[in-house]
């Protein structure tokens, strides 16, 4: 084997760096037969680091002819040795340069490491104090108990006055101060004397004898003092300092707490420090907000309890809870009472709190407008009266001449006033609208027809009049007809406790004519003297507060509602709540189609801007942000849900007579513009459902009809009605292709007129038996081999061929049956009256006998009607 190494060429001077410690280099062996193999050989040498202190060792230390270097310990004798000659004295070599030590961890690890020594070091400081402050109590506790048993011991030492008077009490004799010498040896000589109780005496002269009563000394311990370190032992406190030198040496035999350590330690610190400090601390009280639902586990949380606690106290009540069950408002309020916490108790219709403002001051109030509804039976001339008082002709525009929707107008006298006027369909079905138009209104005008009189509708009126408890004033239409009857009206009025001023009564009234424009001024004047008697005023300026007359979902508009705003301003921007929608108003449309930036009091506008189509007669209000109007529009729609989808209570009775009855369901799906129409639509199709049949709606909405509309009801085969909207451009295939049955209507007794004979097409015709006479068996007679004929006396009504026929036998019913043929004489006939005789032959039984009646009816089927 042979070694070999190729020498590289350096360039300048050696890069700066650590001196390698691995040597490598190339070995070959050589084998026989000319075999040669080339191995890689590595040599690691150990690294020498210097401590700081240390003489670095010596670059190339000579093994012989090693040179005396002087030391500096000292030397074994003290004997000093005689200096050697100048020129025999070897040359002291220079000092070695110290280098820096060479340190393996990076600049974040030793930062680290410093970091946790400090640490140490300080907590080591806390405990070090900790301790101190310890043992000062325990030695003030142990001085202030030895200080109370010397006082014992000297009370119980005290002499007696017959010790004192003892004449065989053995002198004392006490030296004089001597040379500093015997002062030191005399606690030596102090201690055997006082145990064995005997006089001492020293070397100096005695001085004349004083006699004294001897005591017993007391003992008293020497206060303990804390140890202190020794110089040379390493105690915690100086190990926990951190130097220059420590931080630099590479002595990793002690090893640094971790920063877990730390935390632990001062966690350890922390609880100790507060459980102290918890033992003389009280009971603090809370006020605990409960809701109408709680979990024991979220009750213990709000009262900081413990749940077992509680659920303890339950169990005394006689409650068998866990932690994870609810408990009602009451049952926690006991709780919260028994551990000694106040209760707090909040609702989930809290969030409507505040909502509706508060009362206006006295000072704020202006005068407003007067709030005028026209209410009575249809076609008695509301709307023509409402247009000869503004000018217009809506009735034009009408289907079928009757007003289906409620309309909310401003009219400008001529003396300059303001009257908001709302007109209310007079159809029996829209009894909602009549009521929610009683309820706004400031004042109700009744319109009775002269040549018609008091109707139903009218009746109605006057009753949700004094349900609203609002004042009312007659217009008597149609007084321009040769058979108008003004007098028969007010007498009419009398039966329903309404008596006008011409009869001694407070209710005004006034002849009028829509279509000549009589009487419309002394209307007009009638109306304002009612409002100033009522002294209408609202404040302005404020958030405004409103009611919705009518709602719809415009195609390009959206969602509309038409709003009269009772209190209050409605500005462009406001963000409002109606009903279970929410919304910020983008537009404000006036009853001319004119858009304004706000609304005062008892204005009627067409809000746009919400967030879906609200009900009729919900309330509008302005709040001061989106984030307040959808948490209480998310509460309304919530209690909504929750009331659409509770389960009714029942009972036995009602179960089994819903299993026992048969009830036809007659599916439909209704789609309206208004929402007034589609709520008066709904109700109306309920009134007509009867007993044996019903309606079901399976859904009703307003604005056009939509694809889910048709998929809705192709799944239960139920006829969509579209009042007075049509299909969308996708639905309308869609039907056509699911074979769907769309009806359109625009007049509402057209439509219920069509539905009520649908309706009544599902049920069987009605089968109506009538009794045409009776007779009886005589005697029975073979006819054929198999049948029999009966010998028939009729006593009652006519027999005839081919009647059916029930045969009796002691009020028993036998068979029913059919007359198959009819002889008198041997002659057939077709009919035989009473007081004669007959021979009969019964259809499909033989079963007769003599004494049996024979009772024949007719049976006609008649259309079910609803």
């Not at 150990?46 to 060792?57: I, Q, S, W």
């Not at 586990?297 to 809870?321: H, I, P, T, W």
């Given at each position: 084997?042979?070694?070999s190494?190729?020498?590289?060429?350096?360039?300048?001077?050696?890069?700066?760096?650590i001196?390698?410690?691995?040597?490598?280099?190339?070995?070959?062996?050589?084998?026989?037969?000319g075999?040669?193999?080339?191995?890689?050989?590595?040599?690691?040498?150990r690294?020498?680091?210097?401590?700081?202190?240390?003489?670095a060792?010596?670059?190339?230390?000579?093994?012989?002819?090693?040179?005396?270097?002087?030391?500096?310990?000292?030397?074994?004798?003290p004997?000093?040795?005689?200096?050697?000659?100048?020129?025999?004295?070897?040359?002291?070599p220079?000092?070695a340069?110290?280098s820096?030590?060479?340190?393996?961890?990076?600049?974040q690890?030793?930062?680290?490491?410093?970091?946790?020594?400090?640490?140490?070091?300080?907590?080591?400081?806390?405990?070090?104090?900790?301790?101190?402050?310890?043992?000062?109590?325990?030695?003030?506790?142990?001085?202030?108990?030895?200080?109370?048993?010397?006082?014992r011991?000297?009370?119980?030492?005290?002499?007696?006055?017959?010790?004192?008077?003892?004449?065989?009490?053995?002198?004392?004799?006490?030296?004089?101060?001597?040379?500093?010498?015997?002062?030191?040896?005399?606690?030596?000589?102090?201690a055997?004397?006082?145990?064995?109780?005997?006089?001492?005496?020293?070397?100096?002269?005695?001085?004349p004898?004083?006699?004294?009563?001897?005591?017993?000394?007391?003992?008293?311990?020497?206060?303990?003092?804390?140890?202190?370190?020794?110089?040379?032992?390493?105690?915690?406190?100086?190990?926990?300092?951190?130097?220059?030198?420590?931080?630099?040496?590479?002595?990793?035999?002690?090893?640094?707490?971790?920063?877990?350590?730390?935390?632990?330690?001062?966690?350890?610190?922390?609880?100790?420090?507060?459980a102290?400090?918890?033992?003389?601390?009280e009971?603090?009280?809370?006020?605990?907000?409960?809701?109408?639902?709680?979990?024991?586990?979220?009750?213990?949380n709000r009262?900081?309890?413990?749940?077992?606690?509680?659920?303890?106290?339950?169990?005394?009540?006689?409650?068998?809870?866990?932690?994870?069950?609810?408990?009602?408002?009451?049952?926690?309020?006991?709780l919260?009472?028994?551990?000694?916490?106040?209760?707090?108790?909040?609702?989930?219709?809290?969030?409507?709190?505040?909502?509706?403002?508060?009362?206006?001051?006295?000072?704020s109030?202006?005068?407003?407008?007067?709030?005028?509804?026209?209410?009575?039976?249809?076609?008695?001339?509301?709307?023509?009266l409402?247009?000869?008082?503004?000018?217009?002709?809506?009735?034009a525009?009408?289907?079928?001449?009757?007003?289906?929707?409620?309309?909310?107008?401003?009219?400008?006298?001529?003396?300059?006033?303001?009257?908001?006027?709302?007109?209310?369909p007079?159809?029996?079905?829209?009894?909602?609208?009549?009521a929610?138009?009683?309820?706004?209104?400031?004042?109700?005008?009744?319109?009775?027809?002269?040549?018609?009189?008091?109707?139903?509708?009218?009746?109605?009126?006057?009753?949700?009049?004094?349900?609203?408890?609002?004042?009312?004033?007659?217009?008597?239409n149609?007084c321009?007809?040769?058979?108008?009857?003004?007098?028969?009206?007010?007498?009419?009025?009398?039966?329903?406790?309404?008596?006008?001023?011409?009869?001694?009564?407070?209710?005004?009234?006034?002849?009028?004519?829509?279509l000549?424009?009589?009487?419309?001024?002394?209307?007009?004047?009638k109306?304002?003297?009612?409002?100033?008697?009522?002294?209408?005023t609202?404040?302005?300026?404020?958030?405004?507060?409103?009611?919705?007359?009518?709602a719809?979902?415009?195609?390009?508009?959206?969602?509309?509602?038409?709003?009269?705003v009772?209190k209050g301003?409605?500005?462009?921007?406001?963000?409002?709540?109606?009903?279970?929608?929410?919304g910020?108003?983008?537009?404000?449309?006036?009853?001319?189609?004119?858009?304004?930036k706000s609304a005062?009091?008892?204005?009627?506008?067409?809000?746009?801007?919400?967030?879906?189509?609200?009900?009729?007669?919900?309330?509008?209000t302005?709040?001061?942000?989106?984030?307040?109007?959808?948490e209480?529009?998310?509460?309304?729609?919530?209690?909504?849900?929750?009331?659409?989808?509770?389960?009714?209570p029942?009972?036995?009775?009602?179960?089994?007579?819903?299993?026992?009855?048969?009830?036809?369901?007659?599916?439909?799906v209704?789609?309206g513009?208004?929402?007034g129409?589609?709520?008066?639509?709904?109700?109306?199709l309920?009134?007509i459902?009867?007993?044996?049949?019903?309606?079901?709606?399976?859904?009703?909405?307003?604005?056009a009809?939509?694809?889910?509309?048709?998929?809705?009801?192709?799944?239960?085969?139920?006829?969509?009605?579209?009042?007075?909207?049509?299909?969308?451009?996708?639905?309308?295939?869609?039907?056509?292709?699911?074979?769907?049955?769309?009806?359109?209507?625009?007049?509402?007794?057209?439509?219920?007129?069509?539905?009520?004979?649908?309706?009544?097409?599902?049920?069987?015709?009605?089968?109506?038996?009538?009794?045409?006479?009776?007779?009886?068996?005589?005697?029975?007679?073979?006819?054929?081999k198999?049948?029999?004929?009966?010998?028939?006396l009729?006593?009652?009504?006519?027999?005839?061929?081919?009647?059916?026929?029930?045969?009796?036998?002691?009020?028993?019913?036998?068979?029913?049956?059919?007359?198959h043929?009819?002889?008198?004489?041997?002659?057939?006939?077709?009919?035989?009256?009473?007081?004669?005789?007959?021979?009969?032959?019964?259809?499909?039984?033989?079963?007769?006998?003599?004494?049996?009646?024979l009772?024949?009816?007719?049976?006609?089927?008649?259309?079910?009607?609803?």
């Amino acid at each position: 084997m042979s070694d070999s190494k190729e020498d590289k060429p350096v360039l300048g001077r050696k890069p700066l760096g650590i001196k390698r410690t691995v040597e490598s280099g190339q070995v070959q062996q050589q084998f026989s037969h000319g075999r040669k193999n080339t191995v890689v050989v590595e040599v690691k040498r150990r690294r020498v680091l210097g401590k700081p202190g240390e003489a670095a060792p010596a670059a190339a230390a000579p093994q012989a002819d090693p040179v005396p270097v002087a030391t500096t310990a000292a030397p074994a004798a003290p004997r000093p040795a005689a200096p050697p000659p100048p020129q025999q004295r070897a040359p002291q070599p220079a000092p070695a340069r110290q280098s820096p030590p060479q340190s393996l961890m990076s600049r974040q690890e030793l930062q680290a490491k410093l970091l946790r020594e400090a640490e140490e070091a300080r907590m080591n400081a806390l405990e070090d104090a900790r301790r101190r402050e310890a043992a000062e109590r325990i030695a003030a506790v142990e001085n202030e108990k030895r200080r109370a048993e010397e006082n014992r011991q000297a009370a119980e030492a005290a002499p007696t006055v017959e010790e004192a008077k003892a004449p065989e009490a053995a002198p004392v004799v006490e030296a004089p101060a001597a040379a500093p010498q015997e002062v030191a040896a005399a606690p030596d000589a102090a201690a055997p004397a006082a145990t064995d109780e005997q006089p001492a005496a020293t070397t100096a002269a005695p001085p004349p004898p004083r006699r004294f009563t001897p005591v017993t000394p007391v003992k008293r311990p020497e206060p303990t003092k804390p140890e202190r370190a020794k110089k040379g032992e390493d105690h915690r406190r100086q190990a926990g300092k951190l130097t220059v030198t420590k931080a630099l040496a590479d002595d990793d035999s002690a090893r640094a707490r971790s920063l877990a350590a730390l935390k632990r330690a001062r966690e350890k610190e922390r609880r100790a420090h507060y459980a102290g400090g918890s033992k003389t601390r009280e009971k603090q009280s809370r006020d605990v907000v409960v809701p109408e639902v709680i979990t024991v586990q979220e009750l213990a949380n709000r009262m900081a309890e413990k749940g077992a606690d509680l659920v303890k106290s339950l169990f005394k009540m006689g409650q068998a809870v866990t932690l994870n069950q609810s408990i009602d408002q009451d049952t926690a309020e006991l709780l919260v009472e028994e551990f000694g916490h106040r209760i707090q108790r909040v609702s989930e219709a809290d969030v409507e709190i505040g909502i509706e403002g508060d009362l206006d001051p006295v000072e704020s109030l202006k005068v407003r407008a007067p709030v005028v509804t026209i209410m009575g039976h249809v076609d008695h001339g509301k709307t023509s009266l409402l247009d000869a008082l503004r000018g217009t002709d809506v009735v034009a525009g009408e289907s079928g001449g009757i007003t289906q929707h409620i309309g909310a107008y401003q009219v400008t006298t001529k003396g300059g006033d303001i009257i908001t006027f709302l007109d209310t369909p007079g159809h029996e079905a829209f009894s909602e609208m009549r009521a929610r138009g009683a309820n706004v209104t400031d004042i109700v005008i009744l319109v009775v027809a002269a040549d018609d009189g008091l109707m139903p509708q009218t009746i109605e009126a006057i009753n949700h009049t004094k349900a609203a408890g609002v004042p009312m004033i007659v217009a008597i239409n149609k007084c321009d007809k040769p058979e108008a009857n003004p007098q028969k009206v007010r007498e009419r009025l009398l039966e329903h406790e309404i008596v006008v001023e011409d009869m001694g009564g407070d209710v005004q009234d006034v002849q009028v004519s829509a279509l000549k424009k009589t009487g419309l001024d002394e209307l007009i004047e009638k109306i304002l003297l009612q409002a100033e008697v009522m002294e209408l005023t609202a404040n302005p300026d404020r958030a405004a507060e409103g009611n919705v007359i009518e709602a719809q979902l415009d195609k390009g508009r959206g969602a509309v509602a038409t709003v009269l705003v009772r209190k209050g301003t409605l500005k462009v921007g406001d963000t409002f709540v109606i009903g279970a929608e929410s919304g910020k108003v983008r537009a404000l449309v006036n009853d001319k189609g004119q858009q304004v930036k706000s609304a005062g009091p008892s204005t009627p506008v067409e809000v746009l801007g919400l967030s879906g189509v609200p009900m009729a007669g919900d309330q509008m209000t302005v709040v001061e942000n989106e984030a307040r109007a959808r948490e209480v529009a998310a509460y309304r729609q919530e209690q909504i849900t929750r009331k659409r989808t509770a389960s009714v209570p029942t009972n036995f009775e009602n179960m089994f007579s819903a299993l026992s009855t048969k009830v036809i369901e007659y599916p439909v799906v209704i789609r309206g513009d208004v929402q007034g129409s589609v709520e008066a639509i709904v109700s109306a199709l309920n009134r007509i459902s009867t007993d044996e049949i019903k309606v079901r709606i399976l859904s009703s909405g307003v604005g056009a009809i939509t694809e889910s509309d048709v998929t809705l009801a192709s799944a239960s085969r139920a006829p969509l009605i579209g009042f007075n909207v049509r299909p969308n451009a996708k639905a309308r295939p869609l039907a056509i292709r699911e074979k769907i049955s769309l009806r359109y209507y625009d007049v509402i007794y057209d439509l219920l007129e069509e539905v009520r004979n649908e309706m009544a097409g599902q049920l069987a015709p009605e089968r109506i038996e009538t009794i045409v006479g009776r007779a009886e068996v005589l005697q029975v007679f073979p006819a054929g081999k198999k049948d029999k004929a009966a010998g028939l006396l009729v006593k009652d009504g006519v027999i005839r061929k081919g009647l059916n026929a029930r045969l009796t036998r002691d009020d028993v019913i036998v068979s029913k049956t059919v007359i198959h043929s009819l002889r008198r004489f041997k002659d057939d006939v077709s009919e035989v009256r009473a007081g004669m005789e007959c021979g009969a032959v019964l259809q499909d039984t033989n079963d007769i006998k003599a004494g049996d009646t024979l009772e024949l009816f007719e049976v006609e089927e008649r259309i079910r009607t609803l």
